[in-house]
């Protein structure tokens, strides 16, 4: 089945205490995102990739980074966490196809509370 | 800058009535379009999206949304509400651009409330 996971669901965590949330595609997509889902604010992008060895900022990387030495996954990192990352995580993949129509397809969440 | 503007955080209809979300986006130039659902406790789900060509597109599970361009909106109905349609939906725009990552800009959300 074709599908984007991540791992863990849930965490809770406290401040400081470094941390990584897993994600990982099995559709061969070149282009995976973050974002986090704050209420009132919608979906907000954290950091995206283009390919292996690829990434860039999105709005709002602060206190994030990422990784992307596989196409398949791209993890999460927060090496000092802090209460305001408290927040609803997705990842997303896409394919590159032509025209740019492509569809982002999300993972099921993550939410992290940090203490 | 890209944005999106969906109106009412909250919309509340019976079932069997209509479905109306507001969605206004801030381009000069018509970029592509999106709405995504979130039920409870899951990711998002491509409802549909306009590229180019007819600009009413129908998607998944009835609802349906009609791109206008001269009122810049991209507004999602559904004919008649169901209770299993009760959700978070989000509307998004991606710029038009000739290359690269093009990013998925969303609106704040609208939670469809379907009462019996």
């Known amino acids: 089945e074709a599908q984007v996971t991540q791992n863990p669901r849930y965490l809770i965590t406290v401040t400081g205490k470094k941390l990584t949330v897993t994600c990982s595609q099995n559709?061969?997509?070149?282009?995976m995102s973050w974002y986090r889902q704050d209420p009132g604010l919608g979906l907000r992008q954290i950091y995206y990739?283009?390919?292996?060895?690829?990434?860039d900022k999105g709005d709002v990387p602060e206190g994030y980074k990422v990784s992307r030495k596989e196409k398949r996954n791209f993890p999460l990192i927060l090496e000092s966490p802090s209460p305001n990352q408290t927040s609803l995580y997705f990842c997303a993949s896409t394919p590159r196809l032509a025209g740019n129509t492509d569809t982002q397809y999300f993972g099921p969440g993550t939410r992290l509370t940090v203490l | 800058a890209q944005s999106v503007t969906q109106l009412g955080s909250h919309v509340s209809v019976s079932e069997g009535a209509l479905v109306l979300l507001r969605c206004n986006y801030s381009s000069s130039v018509p970029p592509y379009l999106f709405w995504y659902v979130q039920y409870p406790n899951q990711g998002l789900q491509l409802l549909l999206k306009y590229t180019t060509g007819a600009t009413l597109v129908k998607g998944i599970n009835g609802f349906e949304a009609e791109f206008k361009k001269s009122e810049t909106s991209f507004h999602l109905t559904k004919p008649s509400a169901h209770m299993s349609d009760a959700a978070e939906y989000f509307c998004?725009?991606?710029?038009?651009?000739?290359?690269?990552?093009?990013?998925?800009?969303f609106g704040t959300g609208t939670r469809l409330l379907v009462s019996p």
């Open positions: 990739s283009m390919n292996v060895e690829v990434t």
């Open positions: 559709m061969n997509h070149e282009y």
């Open positions: 998004a725009v991606r710029p038009l651009m000739n290359t690269g990552f093009q990013k998925l800009v």
